[in-house]
């Protein structure tokens, strides 16, 4: 089901160049939400948002911005990429009534030299 | 206490076999709580959610203990497609914290 991609699934980037990643979802949910998923980690929440315009910070979040202009749209940016954020970079939607139902995107594999 | 503790793995079960995992977490209020898989290199895909008292999907059954603040998840009957990384999820005062998962192999 393709209600919600990732892009670009894949990018090699070098160190000092800003990066942006794209969520985009066809379901029309407010929740959405940036997580990085390393070993030894598991799944971190970088920031998300619960509206147009409304985005909150969550564990990881310090290198990391993001913007929602739009319901279907979610970004990320790494402002200047360091090699410490090599990462797979996971994006979901909330769904439920409490919104913690959590439908993942495919991912994005991020490798910084 | 970390938020979310799930034991690593991996579990190496035969086909057949009944498993369980466990996943405890630290904080009371939490109200959400949920069972993802993830196949390697995929994303995480939701399971099941888990409820007050106790639910079951077919082979799967997940429960909650709000006393010992803990959820589980039983397999019955595992087949070689059930192997994956199984992660907890539980929400508290912020959105959903994910513990780091547990690994299971299925062995024919």
């Known amino acids: 089901d393709a209600g919600i991609t990732q892009s670009p699934r894949h990018k090699v980037t070098e160190t000092g160049t800003p990066v942006t990643l794209r969520c985009h979802q066809t379901e029309n949910h407010r929740y959405m939400y940036w997580y990085r998923q390393d070993p030894g980690h598991g799944l971190r929440l970088i920031h998300y948002?619960?509206?147009?315009?409304?985005?909150d910070k969550g564990e990881v979040s310090d290198g990391y911005s993001v913007s929602r202009s739009k319901t279907e749209d979610f970004l990320l940016t790494l402002e200047s990429a360091t090699s410490s954020q090599t990462s797979v970079y996971f994006c979901?939607?909330?769904?439920?009534?409490?919104?913690?139902?959590?439908?993942f995107g495919p991912g994005t594999r991020l490798t910084v030299l | 206490r970390k938020e979310v503790e799930q034991d690593p793995g991996p579990f190496n079960v035969p086909e057949g076999a009944t498993v369980a995992f466990n996943c405890t977490y630290s904080n009371s209020a939490s109200q959400s709580f949920f069972w993802y898989r993830q196949d390697c290199r995929k994303e995480p895909k939701l399971l099941m959610s888990?409820?007050?008292s106790g639910n079951e999907d077919g082979r799967f059954t997940a429960q909650l203990n709000r006393a010992s603040q803990y959820i589980s998840l039983l397999i019955r009957d595992s087949k070689l497609s059930d192997s994956a990384t199984y992660l907890c999820a539980v929400n508290g005062d912020t959105p959903l914290v994910f513990g780091k998962g547990t690994r299971l192999s299925v062995i024919a």
């Open positions: 979901a939607m909330g769904l439920g009534a409490s919104y913690n139902e959590q439908f």
């Open positions: 948002s619960y509206g147009v315009k409304d985005t």
């Open positions: 888990v409820y007050s």
